[in-house]
């Protein structure tokens, strides 16, 4: 069984760290794909965190005589159609969604809890879009957890993980420049 598979298998079974190596060994195939598609980062962005939660949700129908990037793009390509049929029948664009991704190279949550680093973190915070400022308050600041915020706003807690995790990146991003 190779390791992919290896990880596949964990992932099926809920082990999160399975989970993360195939988010991470997959995203830039994905994002790519619908960037090719849209032309559009944030939209490509949206789409691949949506991929990935839906993946995540339905990890037990993945079938292994496809590939695992078969399977993916094909989550993607339905969900780029359900949003292109949600924009015709949209009126007004509304931003509900904040982006996430895991840092290994920066443990934001010992930062946040860090009294001393508080300020610090408030000032970068200041700094990322504000959907991704507010979902980072909300699961910091506020203490709420995914199954909270995912309930405010309407997804599932794996989407609120994926997105909870790429602002945490964001936000070391921005803390390792200043």
């Known amino acids: 069984m190779s390791q992919k598979q290896q990880h596949i298998e964990k992932a099926k079974q809920g082990q999160q760290q399975a989970f993360n190596v195939l988010l ?16 559009d980062t944030y939209l490509s962005e949206e789409i691949c965190i949506k991929t990935f939660a839906r993946a995540f ?42 982006n996430a991704l895991e840092s290994e190279e920066l443990n934001i949550e010992e930062e946040i809890r860090n009294k001393e680093h508080l300020n610090t973190v408030k000032i ?13 308050e909300k699961h910091y600041f506020k203490e709420k957890s995914y199954a909270e915020i995912a309930n405010d706003i309407g997804e599932s807690i794996n989407f609120i993980k994926v997105k909870v995790l790429r602002a945490k990146r964001k936000l070391a991003t921005i803390m390792s420049k200043s």
Do not use: G, P
């Open 57 to 98: 949700d339905k990890i037990d129908k993945y079938d292994k005589k496809y590939t695992f990037n078969t399977w993916l793009i094909t989550i993607s390509k339905r969900l780029l159609i359900d949003e292109k049929r949600k924009k015709e029948l949209e009126t007004t664009k509304i931003d509900k969604h904040v």
């Open 24 to 39: 991470e060994s997959h995203w830039s195939y994905v994002y790519n794909y619908l960037y090719k598609q849209t032309n």
């Open 124 to 136: 970068a915070m200041n700094h990322l879009k504000t959907s991704d400022r507010l979902i980072l």
